[in-house]
């Protein structure tokens, strides 16, 4: 296998792209996404470039990031290329609104950049007084206050309520406003993340300790649920107070109740927070999907949540097989060694989301700790 040097070099010449001194992130280069003129995906760049000590990098995607808040101070999460004027805007039809994930992942960067650097030479930006306020607004609007769980962005809203006797009951009801109230996307399930607002948001550490202890109480009941470890893309709150896969689609696909493209990070997000911390809570779900990912003889591109591959999905891909290669690593399965090498043959079928989340793997097995 290519060394990590070699493999960010290969990844920033394919997808680090500039517009002035912003840089921004050519994600859907093989018109993969449904606006074909789609461009950035700020999170991922940054993190990969504050863990491979690129300053300028981490600099010129900061500034995009800056450029494009939304009204929220949220990443505007999807900007479309016109290439005959050469200029970026948000998306239409929700552009300007947010992806959870990506908020958590920059304002995780932004902290470790205050770590090795400090601030942008010249002093240009503080990086810890841009990452506190962007802890609050994740808090303010990206986080159900009854719940303490994720939710998909703060395009969701999560009406103000009186909680009954039996405690808070969902939203659901409550209009189109918030019909997602009660969904959250485990691929936000990024405990690292909420482990390092925990640590320097101090003013908002109580709030940072409940959302990890859901999500770990979350994560504990899917295992109650399928032995396999195994985690829907989409998780709804049931009435007896636990979130569940729903039995439907509930935003994206009939697969939205399977293990599909976006829990597919779930193995790789745990495994860094049981690297940081050995926390007893999730050690047997990562032993359940390190078992099951060692018991195949391949990994494919989907599966049911009782372990079988979804009916089309005969392929591979780099967005499964490389969080399934760490949380193997991380639990010390025998077979980790075969997973690496099944890595190694998925490297001519590229792809922005596998190679990043390959590089994200790689780079946070050898440092979690980010800095």
Known sequence: MPSIQQKYNEWRS??????????????????????KNAITSIGYGML?????????????????????????????????????????????????????????????????????????????HDYRAIAIPLCKAIWDHEINHYTFMPTLG??????????GAMGYTGGAQFGDES??????????????????????????????AKVMDAIITTVQHQLHLNPTGLIADFLKLATNGYYEPSRKKILESDNDKDFNWNS????????????????????????????????????????HLNGQRIHDRSYSDMSYTAPASIVMWTMCHPNCGRIQNEMEELESDRSYFGDSIQMLCLLQAQNPRGF
Request: hydrophobic share 35%; glycine share 6%.
């Open 48 to 124: 990969i470039s504050v863990l491979m000590k690129n300053q300028q990098d981490f600099d010129g995607l900061l500034r995009w990031f800056l450029h494009f808040r939304n009204a929220n101070g949220l990443c505007a999460w999807q900007q479309i290329d016109d290439k005959h004027h050469r200029t970026y805007s948000n998306a239409p039809d929700g552009g300007q609104n947010s992806a959870t994930d990506g908020d958590i992942d920059i304002a995780t960067a932004l902290f470790y950049a205050s770590r090795v650097w400090g601030r942008s030479p010249c002093g240009r």
């Open 154 to 163: 703060d395009w969701v809203k999560v009406p103000e309520r009186p909680i």
């Open 264 to 303: 597919c990070r779930v193995p790789w997000r745990l495994s860094v927070y049981y690297l940081l911390t050995r926390d007893p809570r999730i050690e047997p779900a990562l032993r359940a999907e390190s078992t099951f990912f060692g018991s195949l003889s391949e990994i494919h591109a989907g599966y």
């Open 179 to 208: 019909a997602y109230t009660d969904v959250t996307r485990p691929s936000d399930f990024i405990l690292s993340g909420f482990l390092t607002f925990y640590n320097e948001d101090v003013e908002r550490s109580p709030q940072w």
């Open 14 to 35: 394919a997808y680090v792209r500039a517009w002035g001194e912003m840089l921004y992130i050519d994600y859907n280069k093989k018109g993969e996404v449904e606006q």
